[in-house]
């Protein structure tokens, strides 16, 4: 079984996604959770969701 994390950090809108075997588990953007628009900082709320 394959897992890989994708983690876009310090760049516009900060996201992070979970990818099992080619399939798309979870995508969520850091701006959903402390609502900041376009935050650019590191992830910390979608690394525990992912």
């Known amino acids: 079984m394959t ?6 950090a310090y760049h516009g809108d900060s996201s992070a996604c979970l ?10 953007e850091e701006e959903r959770f402390n609502r900041i628009k376009h ?3 590191f992830l910390e709320s979608p ?3 992912a």
């Not at 897992?3 to 876009?8: A, M, Q, S, V």
């Not at 990818?19 to 969520?28: C, D, E, P, S």
């Open 39 to 41: 935050w650019a900082g």
């Open 3 to 8: 897992n890989i994390l994708g983690i876009n």
């Open 19 to 28: 990818v099992q075997n080619g399939k798309l588990i979870a995508a969520v």
């Open 47 to 49: 690394l525990g969701i």
